[in-house]
């Protein structure tokens, strides 16, 4: 397979078109058997109720080259489970796993020529989303849906090396005790753009949200989970009904546990607490693991002992330990790497 001809090391992350993607629709009922198309454009009705209710859900996920040659994807099943989750939410027709995993194999393979090479830094970034099509004027959910894949190469996240992240406590909410945080809707977004781009005018990386109730536990930022580290080497991530599970964070949590021998707890985080921790990191499929140097909580500064220069040594295991997987030179548990 000849590679398309692209700067893989100096690649951003930003859209850029790939020949093919998959699309399957839901009418009268059922889900069509759906196929690639080369066609990236999708002509709705003005009134369609993505357009109007916000009525979509998507996923995030990668395909990489592994050291051994192979083009994979990491832990497809989960991705297609936490899908079928926010369909429901949002009374959307679910698209089955199975069929998503087939459908997200099926892109990658088509666009075997953009996935970036091993060692480049680089990956395939896949998107799978699904969106209510038909018009929709009083408010119910649409009875017609569309079902995508399409897939972007993107750059290495960490160009230049690892630059841990200054992030302040926000005052805005996140996501609602009994609404929306846990699934991955686009609407979790569209209520977050105006809070990080105020952290931005601030200075801030990211905007570590509270809990909505009591605004004294830890949750996540707008689109990944936090891991900490304690001053005697255990890792600990916030429990909380409104965080979205991240499948980078249950993995490394696992990896914790069984590479690592560390003791690893999900349990609530109280923002009290932040000054006691040794490491910060978040975590999503993007970065694996994006060290945190600094939060600041209304002028008062929190520095985890990291530092602003490199990862904190636990943080780095864990994710030299997950990469690794991901990349074929460490052992992986069953089904966690699946070929394309
Ligand atoms: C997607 C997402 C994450 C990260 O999840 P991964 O499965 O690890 O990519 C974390 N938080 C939010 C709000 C997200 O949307």
Same mark, same amino acid.
């Given at each position: 397979?000849?590679?398309?001809?692209?700067?893989?090391?100096?690649?951003?992350?930003?859209?850029?078109?790939?020949?093919?993607?998959?699309?399957a629709n839901y009418k009268n009922g059922a889900w069509d058997e759906?196929?690639?198309?080369?066609?990236?454009?999708?002509?709705?009705?003005?009134?369609?109720?993505?357009?109007?209710?916000?009525?979509?859900?998507?996923?995030?996920?990668?395909?990489?080259?592994?050291?051994?040659?192979?083009?994979?994807?990491?832990?497809?099943?989960?991705?297609?489970?936490?899908?079928?989750?926010?369909?429901?939410?949002?009374?959307?027709p679910?698209?089955?796993?199975?069929?998503?995993?087939?459908?997200?194999?099926?892109?990658?393979?088509?666009?075997?020529?953009?996935?970036?090479?091993?060692?480049?830094?680089?990956?395939?970034?896949?998107?799978?989303?699904?969106?209510?099509s038909n018009?929709?004027?009083?408010?119910?959910p649409a009875e017609e849906y569309q079902?995508?894949?399409?897939?972007?190469?993107?750059?290495?996240?960490?160009?230049?090396?690892?630059?841990?992240?200054?992030?302040?406590?926000?005052?805005?909410?996140?996501?609602?005790?009994?609404?929306?945080?846990?699934?991955?809707?686009?609407?979790?977004?569209?209520?977050?753009?105006?809070?990080?781009?105020?952290?931005?005018?601030?200075?801030?990386?990211?905007?570590?949200?509270?809990?909505?109730?009591?605004?004294?536990?830890?949750?996540?930022?707008?689109?990944?989970? @936090?891991?900490?580290?304690?001053?005697?080497?255990?890792? /600990? #991530?916030? !429990?909380?009904?409104?965080? %979205?599970?991240? +499948?980078?964070?249950?993995?490394?949590?696992?990896?914790?546990?069984?590479?690592?021998?560390?003791?690893?707890?999900?349990?609530?985080?109280?923002?009290?607490?932040?000054?006691?921790?040794?490491?910060?990191?978040?975590?999503?499929?993007?970065?694996?693991?994006?060290?945190?140097?600094?939060?600041?909580?209304?002028?008062?500064?929190?520095? @985890?002992?990291?530092?602003?220069?490199?990862?904190?040594? /636990? #943080?780095? !295991?864990?994710?030299?330990? %997950?990469?690794? +997987?991901?990349?074929?030179?460490?052992?992986?548990?069953?089904?966690?790497?699946?070929?394309?």
């Open positions: 397979m000849e590679k398309k001809n692209i700067d893989w090391a100096n690649l951003g992350f930003s859209y850029i078109q790939t020949d093919f993607r998959f699309v759906g196929a690639l198309t080369e066609d990236a454009n999708v002509v709705i009705n003005e009134c369609a109720c993505v357009l109007q209710y916000a009525q979509t859900v998507f996923e995030g996920m990668k395909a990489y080259t592994t050291a051994d040659g192979r083009i994979v994807t990491f832990r497809p099943d989960l991705n297609g489970e936490r899908m079928e989750q926010s369909a429901k939410r949002l009374e959307m679910v698209f089955p796993k199975d069929k998503f995993v087939e459908a997200v194999l099926k892109t990658i393979r088509a666009n075997e020529a953009y996935v970036p090479p091993y060692g480049s830094g680089a990956t395939l970034y896949v998107r799978p989303f699904l969106f209510g018009s929709v004027i009083g408010v119910k079902f995508r894949v399409f897939t972007t190469p993107v750059g290495p996240y960490f160009k230049g090396g690892v630059k841990p992240l200054t992030i302040r406590v926000s005052d805005f909410d996140r996501a609602a005790p009994r609404g929306t945080g846990h699934i991955k809707a686009g609407l979790n977004y569209a209520m977050s753009l105006y809070a990080i781009m105020d952290a931005h005018k601030q200075g801030y990386d990211e905007n570590m949200y509270l809990d909505a109730s009591t605004r004294t536990k830890v949750e996540e930022t707008g689109g990944a989970n @936090f891991l900490f580290v304690t001053k005697d080497g255990k890792v /600990v #991530t916030p !429990k909380s009904d409104s965080i %979205l599970p991240s +499948i980078t964070r249950r993995s490394l949590m696992q990896v914790a546990r069984e590479y690592l021998g560390l003791e690893a707890e999900e349990r609530e985080v109280y923002a009290d607490e932040l000054k006691d921790f040794a490491e910060c990191g978040l975590c999503g499929t993007a970065a694996v693991i994006s060290p945190v140097g600094k939060v600041v909580n209304h002028g008062n500064e929190i520095c @985890f002992p990291s530092g602003m220069n490199q990862m904190g040594p /636990v #943080t780095q !295991k864990l994710y030299d330990t %997950l990469t690794g +997987i991901q990349m074929g030179t460490i052992k992986a548990p069953e089904g966690w790497v699946v070929e394309v």
